[in-house]
């Protein structure tokens, strides 16, 4: 017996880890993967085409270290129309993040800040995030300020 149909809800939890998927800069393939399941399964769920287990949600939460109840904010209510293209949400600051660091001003800041500003701030932070995981020499060659 097949289960019910996908609706808006299940579109949300899907783009919500398509968007973290994405952030994270994984590949489908990868996290499909690190989770247990096929990469066209996973493609499915991203896509809203079919529910996610909450088995698969928890292990996919624990991957990008978010608590399970990420995926349900900002639920669209039961019935509600999936989002078309163009109308996907934005990602907040805090899934932008990789590391706990930017996780945790991520997190000040989406509670603080406003829409336009959040977005313009994950930008610099993911850039940031990105440049000092990059090089752990960073600091020590940058530290003094000279050149020699």
Do not use: C, W
Not at 56 to 81: K, Q, S, Y
Not at 128 to 146: M, P, Q, V, W
């Amino acid at each position: 017996m097949a289960g019910k149909p996908a609706d808006a809800r299940d579109a949300h939890i899907g783009q919500r880890i398509d968007r973290l998927r994405t952030l994270a800069r994984m590949s489908r393939r990868t996290l499909a993967e690190r989770i247990g399941l096929s990469a066209s399964q996973l493609d499915k769920y991203e896509k809203g085409v079919n529910r996610v287990s909450a088995t698969d949600l928890d292990r996919i939460a624990r991957v990008f270290g978010v608590p399970i109840g990420h995926f349900f904010e900002e639920l669209p209510a039961e019935g509600a129309r999936p989002p078309g293209f163009g109308e996907r949400p934005q990602p907040t600051l805090a899934e932008a993040a990789a590391t706990r660091f930017a996780r945790d001003v991520a997190r000040a800041a989406d509670a603080h800040l406003p829409p336009d500003d959040r977005q313009r701030l994950a930008v610099l932070v993911g850039a940031l995030d990105r440049a000092l995981n990059a090089t752990e020499a960073f600091d020590k060659e940058n530290s003094s300020g000279s050149s020699g």
